[in-house]
Structure formats: structure tokens, C-alpha cells
């Protein structure tokens, strides 16, 4: 665990030198923060960690890299390192799984995680992105980590029409790597209503590494590389009055691998990287096949309330490639030997959320947040190629009150607390495992679940730049059903009495500090985050990931600044450090470190942002990873990683009416195997990161 000390160290040194280079008064706009209150919140009376990335850092770090968990990895170091691959299996926002959601609609499938709820929008429809750190419970299901809500493009208040342009390569093969980005917006407002549709087309190449060597491809669990992919958007609405609105949402996502690149396995032991050549492979390509659907109602003036209500749906379909060797999980003697097959996860959402606001209850300094969440989630895994159910079909069913107050009769003083009932009942069927697993007939079942979950915390502005803030804070979430029940091989089980079928109950605690001036912002904050009875991923001899159920106990620290040190110069830095432990003997004490999967890197990020003209604006910024050892419960050291530091430079050149954006993303060409391959070493994943790569971009909206 993190000492004290050391996050009391670091509040009294950033206490010492922030005042000293404060130069000017506070004088910023409040921003506004949607998602972490159920309504629109000042950021300044929130008691947690939060980041906002808007649109221009957005489309700043999208010229240097297309793919979302890098911007996160760059902006929130919190947030583990990205794989870049389809898969984003063991990424986590401070040491657990975060909640994914496009405009509130949930797209993380908890009950059956398959680690691909990054991939599940193109990024250029995206406006904005909220995060909050740390677990919580009003989005309900899954938010362990934080909540990263993805804010779509609002529609414009006359025509408008965008075109944006991208591509990028290599400079070892200019063809092969050559990717290739279209994409085209219309929007408009028609008296009352108005509408926004995008079109988007992405085709990506392969990879190349520090060495000049082709990056290994993940036939199995995905891999933009040699991919395609279409994104569909549209968003329409129509204002019923001047209190009253009505909005819909439908984003159609599909990516897919071309199947024209085979894996080759490395050798970790002698340090080769996996590769891949050109070749057949058997099978669909693995794919993403997301459908995205959101209806929204708001009144203003509801009986004295504000009325938000949300329903929504997602399809999810996330097919994986098939191993170009037999798997011997999927080895049956009915259908002969040598089988080759490949796996389909499917998920189907359904839900409502119903949030009414009263501001001054009684004329009294008291605002509240309630209402009511609906959830229906259908989640299945079949192996495509032979019909046969992986994991059985599993309904999960919750309705959940919920209530927040705030309190703000004491001046600069403002009190939140919260509850929430959490009701949840799991069905599953009579079911039979796979032959590997001994073909287990399981007893089908209706368990029930439910939690009470509470949340409390406060914030209070000592002056005009200094804030400090404190929270507690509970997330309820179910363990990942499918890896459970698909791994029984023991007999005369039933899913009623299944112990590993519990749910996950995390605590959340944390404490900041914020400095605000208008040229520094500037926030510390140490949290903890502790389950009695969590989750850990394990990989197994086979390659598939199993999940265990110990006492897990996590504490961080996360710093932040950004300071305009000139007129036209801002530097930013960023740093997390996070440890984790969990109880590998069942004795109640945690003994053994989290490994990579589980848990991110000790990050700084480094950045300088300067506007040489009214057209040129440039970034240059730099990610260190450190070194970890993680250690057993007899202190033998079981996995090693080796950090590593790349960086990238960035230009945006307003030109032809539009805008001309040339990246470089890792400057130095550095040479490294990634986070995860060097946590989770096994010579088919043994990936190298990108080397060097050239991206260009032209934007223009007319």
C-alpha cells in the first residue's frame, strides 16, 4: 500500500510552490460536468476526481493516434496503457474496470467481458469525454472503476456540413501501412427541430515496430490492424416548448479484420517479438457489431422539477478469429479431431432511466436528484462454427432507486450524500460445459441479488483558488457470469448455490486538493479502493483468462497541472501511481500484488502546448512508464516490467479554408514491448508497440 506520507509529502509541496507561480486571478468560465450527478453540475461542487476532455484536446490527440484508449493513456494516466488492438482486456481506470457509455447508454457488458467496449464508436463522432475517477453507483451497473461517458456531436443551429480526411503510415512500407480516413457530416436546424447524420470510413494497414519489424497480429481477440471499419450516426430533435425536448440517438458501429495477415508466435524467453506474414486464416475475421440507440425526453418545468427520462438500447455482437492451431478448449470427439472454431459474444440491453431534480426544496439550501434506473441485459457466447453454446443465455434483470442531496447553507461549503437500491436477479437455464470441461450438466437458476449502496463526500473552497474535496463512495457490479458458468467442471453444481456468482461490492474513498488560477490549474488527490470479495483475472495454461474472487485492496495517488507559463506556452503534467494487493489464501489479509492485467503502470505525462501564430498551433508530449516488479505473498518476484518512454509531436495549421493537422506519433522510433505482453508474457502475444508512424488529417466545415 501507498504510505501516507507520501501523498501528505506531495499536498504540502504542491501547498509551497503553487502560490509562488500563481500570476494572475481567477477569472475562467465554470465548466459544466454532466454524467457524474444524473444533471448538470458545476465541477467546483463535486467532491471527486473529474476530467474533461473537450473537443480541441480531442481532435489534437486523435491526429497523432485513431484509437480512444491511447487518448485516454495520454490524458489520464490513471487509465492502463493502451494494447493497441481491437481487445482492451486489461485496461482499467485505477486499478478496476471502468463504465463505458455513449451520451449515458451503458456499452461495458459485465456480465460477459470480453474486453471490447472500447471499440464500439469511430472517436470523430465523439464532442467530448467524461470521466469520473473512482468507483461509483449512479449509472449503476459496472462503474468499479469510474465512468467514461462518451458525448456524441450536437447538432448546429444553421446548415453546416464537415469533411474530415486522414491518413497515416510508415515510412518501412508506405503501402502496407497506409491507413486511409473519411468522414462526413451534415447538420441543420429546421424551425424546432434540428438534426446531425455522419458517415464514417476507416481502413487500417499493418504496424510496424521500432525495429522496422511487422507487429505480431491477435487473429484471436481482435486486431485493428488490416481492418475496416463504418460508423452510421444520427441525432435528431425537436423542441415540444421552451421547456420541452425530445431527442433520438442511433449509432451503428462495425469493425472488422480483413483475415489477410497470420500470426507467428515469438519466443519471450529469448526476447523475439510475434510477427505475422501474409496467409489464409479460417474463419470470419474478429469483429465489432455495435447498434447504439438512446430516445431522451426532458421537461424543465415538471411539477417544479427538472424531468430527464432516457430509454435506451444496444446490440452488441464481438466475434473473435480463430487460433490457427486447434484450442483445446474447444476439442469435442463428436465433432472429430483437430477442430478449429471460433467464439461470438452477444449481448442485448435494454433500460430507462427516469432522474427528476428539485432545486431549494422548501426554499431551503437543499437540491435533490432522484428517480429510478430500469436494466434488462441478455448476454450469450456461442462458438459459431459449430453451433454450440459456449456460455448459456443469461438474463440479468435490476431496477434501482435512487436518491442524492446537496447541501449548501454553509458558505463555501457544499455536502452531498446519496442511496441506492440495487435489485437484481440473474436467470440462467439448464446448461451442459464443453467437452474440455467434462460436458457438466449445471443446474439452471434464479439468484437474487440486492445491495444497498451509499455515497457521501463534501467540497469546500478555503479561497478563491484553493478547493479541497473528500469522498466515500460504493459501486455495485455482477463478477464476469460468463467466465464462471463456462468453466464449471466439477459435477452437481447449480447456479442457485454458486459462490462465485455473488456480486462485486467495491468502496471508493479519496481526498484532493485543486489550485485554480487563470493561468494554473493544478489538482493532487489520493484514493483507496477495496472489495471484500472482487474479481482477479487469471490466465490459465490455455490462454483463457479465468476469474478468481479474493479481497482486493487498491490505493493511489493522481496529480495534475496545467500551467500557461507565457501567453502562447502551456505545460502540462500528469502522473498516477497506483498499488494493488490481493488475498491469495483466503486468510482475510491481502499478500500477493496485482499483475499488469489487473492494475496500470506508474505513468508521467509531460506535454507543451504552444500557438506560434493565429494559424499554427503545435504540441509535443511525452509518456513515461516506470519500471514495477510485481511479487507474490512470499515475496518472490513472479513478473518483471521494463517502462519505457515515447513521444509525440503534433501540428494544426489553419490552411485552405480548413484545418491541416501533421502528427508524429512516437518521435524516437523507440523500441518496446508493450504493458500488457510484458505483464501477461506468452510467446503468440508477445507484442512490440508501434514505432515511428507519419499522420496527416484535412478538416474543413462549411
Not at 182 to 202: E, V
Request: hydrophobic share 35%; aromatic share 10%; with cysteine.
Amino acid at each position: 500500500m501507498i504510505p501516507f506520507s507520501r501523498p501528505v509529502c506531495l499536498l504540502l509541496t504542491c501547498g509551497a510552490l503553487l502560490p509562488s507561480l500563481a500570476v494572475a486571478a481567477d477569472n475562467a468560465i465554470e465548466e459544466v460536468f454532466v454524467s457524474a450527478s444524473r444533471t448538470e453540475r458545476p465541477l467546483s461542487s463535486i467532491p471527486n476526481t473529474v476530467t474533461v476532455i473537450n473537443n480541441a484536446e480531442l481532435e489534437q490527440q486523435l491526429s497523432v493516434a485513431d484509437d480512444l484508449s491511447t487518448v485516454l493513456g495520454n490524458l489520464i494516466p490513471g487509465f492502463s496503457p493502451s494494447r493497441q488492438k481491437m481487445t482492451n482486456a486489461g485496461e482499467t481506470l485505477r486499478g478496476r474496470k471502468p463504465l463505458y457509455m455513449i451520451d449515458g447508454v451503458p456499452q461495458s457488458n459485465p456480465l460477459r467481458d470480453g474486453g471490447r467496449e472500447g471499440n464500439t464508436i469511430d472517436p470523430v463522432v465523439i464532442e467530448r469525454v467524461e470521466v469520473l475517477h473512482g468507483a461509483n453507483a449512479i449509472h449503476g451497473l459496472g462503474a468499479s472503476g469510474g465512468v467514461i461517458n462518451l458525448i456524441t456531436r450536437r447538432p448546429a443551429n444553421q446548415l453546416e456540413q464537415s469533411l474530415r480526411i486522414s491518413t497515416g503510415f510508415q515510412t518501412e512500407d508506405v503501402g502496407e501501412s497506409a491507413d486511409y480516413g473519411l468522414s462526413y457530416s451534415l447538420s441543420n436546424r429546421f424551425g424546432d427541430a434540428d438534426m446531425i447524420a455522419s458517415i464514417s470510413l476507416r481502413d487500417m494497414g499493418v504496424a510496424y515496430d521500432g525495429k522496422g519489424q511487422i507487429i505480431g497480429a491477435d487473429n484471436t481477440q481482435g486486431d485493428t490492424m488490416d481492418s475496416q471499419s463504418l460508423n452510421l450516426f444520427l441525432k435528431a430533435g425537436y423542441d415540444l416548448s421552451e421547456q420541452q425536448r425530445i431527442e433520438l440517438m442511433v449509432n451503428r458501429y462495425k469493425i472488422e479484420n480483413n483475415n489477410n495477415w497470420v500470426s507467428v508466435p515469438g519466443n519471450v524467453a529469448e526476447g523475439i517479438p510475434s510477427s505475422a506474414v501474409k496467409g489464409e486464416i479460417y474463419g470470419e475475421g474478429a469483429s465489432n457489431e455495435v447498434t447504439a440507440l438512446s430516445l431522451n425526453y426532458n421537461h424543465d418545468d415538471f411539477l417544479g422539477h427538472r424531468l430527464r427520462v432516457q430509454g435506451f438500447s444496444q446490440d452488441f455482437a464481438a466475434t473473435y478469429g480463430a487460433e490457427a492451431v486447434p484450442l483445446a478448449t474447444f476439442q469435442d470427439p463428436a465433432y472429430g479431431p483437430d477442430l478449429i472454431d471460433q467464439s461470438q459474444n452477444n449481448s442485448e440491453k435494454r433500460g430507462l432511466k427516469i432522474t427528476l431534480v428539485k432545486d431549494e426544496v422548501a426554499r431551503l439550501p437543499l437540491n435533490l436528484v432522484y428517480g429510478v434506473d430500469v436494466l434488462q441485459d441478455k448476454t450469450w457466447q456461442a462458438l459459431i462454427q459449430t453451433g454450440r453454446a459456449w456460455v448459456p443465455p443469461s438474463e440479468y434483470k435490476n431496477y434501482a432507486p435512487f436518491l442524492q442531496a446537496e447541501y449548501t447553507g454553509v458558505d463555501k461549503l457544499t455536502l452531498t450524500t446519496g442511496v441506492r437500491y440495487e435489485k437484481s436477479k440473474l436467470q440462467v437455464n439448464d446448461f451442459t460445459t464443453l467437452a474440455a470441461y467434462g460436458s457438466r450438466f449445471v443446474e439452471g437458476g434464479s439468484p437474487e441479488f440486492s445491495e444497498t449502496l451509499y455515497n457521501y463526500g463534501g467540497t469546500y473552497q478555503i479561497t478563491s483558488a484553493w478547493r479541497v474535496f473528500a469522498n466515500y463512495a460504493e459501486a455495485f457490479s455482477m463478477p464476469d457470469v460468463g467466465r464462471v458458468l463456462r468453466a464449471i467442471n466439477q459435477p452437481n453444481l447449480s447456479v442457485e448455490t454458486f459462490l462465485d456468482l455473488k456480486p462485486v461490492l467495491t468502496e471508493s474513498r479519496e481526498f484532493g486538493v485543486e489550485f485554480k488560477t487563470g493561468d494554473i490549474n493544478a489538482q493532487l488527490s489520493y484514493y483507496t479502493s477495496d472489495s471484500k470479495y472482487g474479481e482477479r483475472l487469471q490466465r490459465d495454461a490455455d490462454g483463457i483468462y479465468t476469474v478468481q474472487r479474493e479481497k482486493t485492496e487498491i490505493d493511489g495517488i493522481e496529480f495534475s497541472l496545467s500551467w500557461a507559463f507565457t501567453d502562447v506556452d502551456v505545460l502540462g503534467v500528469r502522473y498516477a501511481e497506483a498499488t494493488g494487493r490481493y488475498d491469495s489464501n483466503n486468510d482475510g489479509r491481502v499478500d500477493s500484488d496485482l499483475g499488469g492485467t489487473n492494475i496500470s503502470p506508474d505513468r508521467l505525462n509531460l506535454s507543451w502546448d504552444r500557438t506560434w501564430s493565429s494559424r499554427v498551433d503545435t504540441r509535443l508530449q511525452a509518456n513515461y512508464l516506470l519500471d514495477r516488479d510485481v511479487k507474490n505473498s512470499s515475496g518472490v518476484v513472479t513478473n518483471r516490467f521494463e517502462g519505457y518512454t515515447t513521444y509525440d509531436l503534433s501540428a494544426t495549421i489553419a490552411a485552405f479554408d480548413g484545418t491541416i493537422s501533421l502528427a508524429l506519433q512516437n518521435l524516437t522510433d523507440e523500441y518496446y514491448f508493450t504493458y500488457y505482453s510484458q505483464s501477461s508474457p506468452n510467446n503468440i502475444r508477445n507484442f512490440t508497440g508501434v514505432g515511428r508512424s507519419v499522420n496527416l488529417g484535412y478538416q474543413r466545415t462549411f
